[in-house]
């Protein structure tokens, strides 16, 4: 789950990550105000679950109450499109106007949970501010990770260890490394899959200071963080993968027109991987999940559909504990209630009951081809399509 950089910050506070003075506005005479407060000049930020928001204008230095004023209505109830959103953007409802800071230099400093290691491991580059996926392109020497062992967490000589690495001065390593520590603090506590700060800045005064502040908390673990679930701005997400959580089914939105609807992670993933090998795209990523019931199987293609830019749904199902004739029962009850919104269906289904699943589908009257394996439905998209 995606949180507001207003809200990091406030964890990060929490924490003792030292962050600039701010607060948030949410008409443009707050904003006026609070530059007013921070002696008439301010930063002022749109808060939205995206970055890249500098180079979209969404980020903006003031230089007195009246500007403020200007800029806050430029900015507040527009949608602000940014290189990481989708080309309708996110909407702007509340910005964050902070106390200018006196940039000396910049740092991109990352936690986050890296599959290849099983564990947690930092990242950090001297090449602050700017984007970092660059930076991993055309100079991969400068971005340095560190694995943490989870069971001791992050020692001092690892925070020592890219301070150095970061070559800042030998009189600001010990704060350096005693940031890392309690931006580790965070991660761990909050059950975060990411914890960013780009750029990590350090001031002409000689601070250091998050002046970005981005934390992603795993979903899974929301359970037992009830004050960081509430913290959920639904208006920023897409709305089928809004829909999909209260479902507790695992959606997430991609660019392509072929709907996936599919019961199991891995089987989701080999079925994207089909479409894309026959040449399609897939609109998104959907795993049912376990205890699947018909009530939720249609809630899934109900899901897909939401999405205007699907033309056609792949359904693949491996009977188990979710039975094909149960399956089949959810597709053709959504389809036969909601002929208008109903797209093509290309159904490959096998295991427990599949004939009769089969047969449910193939005597439903909905445009539906069934396919035998894999290869004939890559086959069948290619010629519907
Ligand atoms: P992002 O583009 O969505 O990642 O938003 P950021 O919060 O990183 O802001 C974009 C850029 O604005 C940063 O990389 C900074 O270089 C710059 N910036 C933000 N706040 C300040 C500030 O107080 N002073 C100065 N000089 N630059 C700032
Ligand atoms: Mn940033």
């Avoid at 037992?224 to 809004?242: F, I, V, W, Y």
């Amino acid at each position: 789950m995606k949180i507001h950089e207003f809200q990091s910050k406030a964890i990060f506070a929490k924490y003792g990550v030292p962050i600039p003075e701010g607060l948030v506005a949410t008409t443009p005479d707050e904003a006026g105000e609070i530059t007013r407060g921070l002696g008439g000049k301010s930063v002022i930020k749109a808060q939205v679950h995206a970055g890249g928001r500098g180079k979209a204008g969404g980020v903006r230095l003031v230089s007195s109450a009246d500007e403020a004023v200007d800029f806050a209505s430029q900015l507040l109830g527009t949608n602000l499109v940014t290189a990481q959103t989708g080309s309708e953007g996110v909407p702007v409802r509340k910005i964050l106007v902070e106390e200018t800071i006196e940039v000396a230099d910049e740092f991109y400093l990352a936690f986050l949970v890296d599959g290849s290691t099983e564990g947690v491991v930092a990242i950090a580059s001297s090449e602050g501010g700017v984007d970092i996926e660059e930076v991993a392109e055309s100079s991969p020497e400068k971005i340095i990770r560190i694995s943490v062992d989870p069971v001791l967490g992050l020692q001092p000589f690892q925070g020592r260890k890219i301070a150095y690495a970061l070559n800042i001065q030998p009189d600001l390593v010990r704060s350096m490394s005693s940031v890392l520590a309690k931006l580790y603090d965070v991660f761990v506590s909050n059950d975060c899959s990411l914890v960013e700060i780009n750029p990590l800045v350090i001031t002409k005064e000689n601070k250091i200071l998050a002046v970005d502040a981005k934390i992603n908390i795993d979903d899974d673990a929301l359970f037992r963080h009830k004050d960081l679930a509430d913290l959920l701005d639904s208006e920023q997400e897409d709305p089928g993968e809004t829909e999909a959580r209260k479902f507790d089914i695992n959606y997430v939105k991609l660019e392509g027109d072929v709907g996936c609807i599919v019961n199991g992670a891995g089987l989701a993933m080999a079925t994207m991987d089909v479409v894309l090998s026959g040449g399609s795209k897939p609109a998104n990523f959907l795993d049912i999940g376990g205890g699947a019931d018909e009530e939720k199987v249609a809630n899934a293609l109900r899901i897909v559909l939401m999405d205007s830019d699907v033309k056609l749904v792949l359904i693949n199902i491996f009977g188990g504990i979710l039975r094909c004739d149960v399956a089949a029962r959810g597709f053709v009850q959504y389809g036969k209630m909601n002929p208008s919104i109903m797209r093509h269906m290309v159904v490959r289904m096998l295991g427990t009951n599949a004939d009769e699943g089969r047969k449910i589908l193939s005597e439903s009257g909905l445009n539906i081809t069934l396919v035998n394996d894999l290869a004939g439905a890559s086959k069948a998209i290619s010629a519907l399509l």
